[in-house]
């Protein structure tokens, strides 16, 4: 029987640089350039559909609860999604 380690932790600055490769990636606009400040729906096109299968992504990629919908209607820019991933992982590691 083999010994399984836990995951290694993600620093802040890797957490924030795959939440915005997973919405660059996700964007539906081509082209974009990404930034903290892009807004999701005004920059990068997203809408509705899109919204709800890049919080899947990230949520599967970070193993994350859902998202409730008064939360996600506050979320407008790359960095508000940052903030919540990185908020979220600390409560949940205890950090």
Do not use: C, N, W
């Not at 990404?34 to 949520?59: C, N, P, Q, R």
Request: glycine share 4%.
């Amino acid at each position: 029987m083999t010994e399984q380690t836990a995951p290694a932790r993600r620093t802040e600055e890797e957490i924030r640089a795959t939440v915005a490769a997973i919405i660059s990636d996700m964007a539906p606009k081509d082209g974009v350039v990404v930034t903290a400040g892009s807004h999701l729906i005004k920059d990068l096109g997203y809408h509705s559909l899109a919204l709800m299968e890049v919080a899947f992504a990230i949520e599967d990629e970070f193993d994350l609860d859902p998202i409730d919908e008064d939360t996600a209607r506050k979320i407008t820019t790359v960095q508000a999604v940052q903030d919540l991933v990185v908020q979220r992982l600390a409560d949940r590691d205890g950090s």
